[in-house]
């Protein structure tokens, strides 16, 4: 069993920060992304960050166009976890983030997990 446990939601007046985290806990193997998803009411869920691995030092990570320059991911690989540090915050930032990752587990290929949900909701 892997689960994604998601922490450092709530409410935050615009151009306020929070900071998200994720932690991958169970029988895992190696993760080969981590990252966050959001979905505000009447939209579809999107990326906002994820971090991927490659090979020989290889691997990177991709920001949606809307949070580029205000949000920041960064991974913790001794703790399964990831981070995603978001400024400058905007109403429009609204919605639930959902934690998302790849991972191996110690008895199974790859497989894809995701977290429960956590809710931002930036308003004045």
């Known amino acids: 069993q892997v689960h994604l446990v998601e922490s450092g939601g709530g409410l935050v007046q615009p151009g306020g920060s929070l900071t998200l985290s994720c932690e991958a806990s169970g029988n895992v193997f190696r993760i080969m992304s981590m990252g966050w998803y959001r979905q505000a009411p009447g939209n579809q869920r999107e990326l906002v960050a994820t971090?991927?691995?490659?090979?020989?030092?290889?691997?990177?990570?991709n920001y949606a166009d809307s949070v580029k320059g205000r949000f920041t991911l960064s991974r913790d690989n001794d703790r399964n976890a990831v981070y995603l540090q978001m400024s400058s915050l905007k109403p429009e930032d609204t919605a639930v983030y959902y934690c998302?990752?790849?991972?191996?587990?110690?008895?199974?290929?790859?497989?894809?997990?995701w977290g429960q949900g956590t809710q931002v909701t930036v308003s004045a």
């Open positions: 998302n990752s790849y991972i191996r587990s110690t008895t199974s290929a790859w497989d894809e997990y």
């Open positions: 971090s991927y691995n490659g090979g020989y030092n290889g691997g990177g990570i």
